[in-house]
């Protein structure tokens, strides 16, 4: 099953690079946990949303704050019922025009074929921490 879960995960990721948010969810169970990192980028703290309604109020979240937006994955690993993914995040700040970059990962974590949580980290340390690959 994992490397359906991958491919759960790529086009999850794909999705939202062409911000087919409906897409997107259909690669999340309904009852999914969402962690987010991105409010830290604006000097706020992770933020939970949960359901299939939280994460379209996280998009709306993310299409408030930003104009831009776009994640650029150097690494994908399978671990089995988890997908580990790091990279860089790009994003350009709606009304400011500010450009920010970030280190990232994600930590997806998958049951039937679904991601049932979803963490991200603006610190991909972090995420390789919470797959339990670093102590």
């Known amino acids: 099953m994992s490397q359906e879960n ?3 995960f790529n086009r999850a990721v794909d999705a939202f690079d062409r ?6 969810l259909e690669e999340l169970d309904a009852a999914v946990e969402w962690y987010d990192a991105a409010p830290m ?3 706020g703290e992770a933020t939970v949303y949960r359901g299939h309604e939280g994460v379209r109020d996280l998009w709306r979240d993310l299409d408030d704050a930003f104009e831009a937006r776009r994640v650029e994955y150097t690494e994908i690993r399978d671990l089995g019922g988890r997908v580990l993914a790091t990279g860089r995040l790009h994003a350009r700040g709606k009304g400011s025009g500010a450009e ?3 280190p990232y990962g994600i930590v997806c974590d998958f049951e039937n074929g679904k991601a049932i949580r979803v963490r991200t980290f603006l610190d991909a340390d972090k995420a390789l921490e919470a797959a339990g690959l670093r102590e």
Do not use: I, P, R
């Open 100 to 102: 920010v970059e970030s």
């Open 19 to 24: 911000q087919d948010f409906e897409a997107m």
């Open 6 to 8: 991958v491919e759960a």
């Open 41 to 43: 980028l604006l000097g």
